[in-house]
């Protein structure tokens, strides 16, 4: 058993920037992949980026590339995200996940969810 525990949100104007984190307890995360995923009020949660399990190699979203940036110290037990460059849009609440196998997409493949935590950004 995975828990996740995001942290790092916060209300921002745009254009600037945050870093949220997830600490994972109960198992190391070194061998699953691990996703951010976003959730705006009235819309469903949608696929922000994902990483694999060493860290080498990862995408994203269209509406964040080139402004978010996925990463992971698993001596540290721990994921984030980067998040620069930050519109009204991004505003969510943001939840990381891990799954076994490859990096995806799909939500349903995520088998661990944090809570989230909430990313306001005002314009």
């Known amino acids: 058993q995975v828990q996740l525990v995001e942290s790092g949100g916060g209300l921002v104007q745009a254009g600037g920037s945050l870093r949220l984190s997830c600490a994972a307890s109960?198992?190391?995360?070194?061998?699953?992949?691990m996703g951010w995923f976003r959730q705006a009020p009235g819309k469903e949660r949608e696929f922000v980026a994902a990483?694999?399990?060493?860290?080498?190699?990862?995408y994203y979203a269209d509406s964040v590339k080139g402004r978010f940036s996925i990463s992971r110290v698993n001596a540290k037990n721990t994921l984030y995200l980067q998040m620069n460059s930050l519109k009204p849009e991004d505003t969510a609440v943001y939840s990381c996940?891990?799954?076994?196998?490859?990096?995806?997409?799909?939500?349903?493949?995520?088998?661990?969810w944090g809570q989230g935590t909430q990313v306001t950004v005002s314009s």
């Open positions: 990483i694999n399990y060493s860290g080498s190699w990862s």
């Open positions: 109960g198992r190391s995360i070194s061998s699953y992949s």
């Open positions: 996940a891990a799954k076994n196998g490859p990096a995806s997409r799909e939500l349903y493949e995520y088998v661990y």
